[in-house]
């Protein structure tokens, strides 16, 4: 095998270690609140699938526990589809911003800011 080839190897791989490193730093600073299609229960939910709050309205004390079931059922399903969404967007904006920051010469330092997005269920 060719040195240089292996080189370029390695550099490939160290390159994609640290998109994965730039991928899970962003996904840990994004959050999507999403909320029950009543408005009863409102879920904070990272694009890493980690539930980071959950809000119950006072008002909710005047429904019965069944409904309320249904509210949390209903905001939680939501809050896993805004994860997904979430970790999508993220994949296909590193995408973007990583065959930018390539094409232009700078290497593969791409760095995502933090994005918030509210989804009314």
């Given at each position: 095998?060719?040195?240089?080839?292996?080189?370029?190897?390695?550099?490939?791989?160290?390159?994609?270690?640290?998109?994965?490193?730039d991928?899970?730093?962003?996904?840990?600073?994004?959050?999507?609140?999403?909320?029950?299609?009543?408005?009863?229960?409102e879920?904070?939910?990272?694009?890493?699938?980690?539930?980071?709050?959950?809000?119950?309205?006072?008002?909710?004390?005047?429904?019965?526990?069944?409904?309320?079931?249904?509210?949390?059922?209903?905001?939680?399903?939501?809050?896993?589809?805004?994860?997904?969404?979430?970790?999508?967007?993220?994949?296909?904006?590193l995408r973007?911003?990583?065959?930018?920051?390539?094409?232009?010469?700078?290497?593969?330092?791409?760095?995502?800011?933090?994005?918030?997005?509210?989804?009314?269920?």
């Amino acid at each position: 095998m060719d040195e240089a080839w292996i080189e370029q190897a390695i550099e490939r791989y160290q390159r994609m270690e640290r998109l994965v490193a730039d991928f899970d730093k962003a996904l840990a600073k994004v959050d999507v609140t999403v909320r029950s299609p009543d408005g009863l229960v409102e879920i904070v939910v990272g694009a890493d699938g980690v539930i980071r709050e959950v809000v119950i309205i006072d008002q909710a004390h005047d429904r019965s526990p069944r409904d309320l079931s249904k509210a949390v059922q209903a905001a939680v399903t939501a809050a896993a589809d805004a994860a997904q969404w979430a970790r999508r967007k993220l994949q296909r904006d590193l995408r973007r911003l990583s065959g930018s920051a390539v094409a232009l010469g700078r290497g593969s330092g791409v760095a995502l800011g933090d994005r918030r997005r509210t989804i009314h269920e």
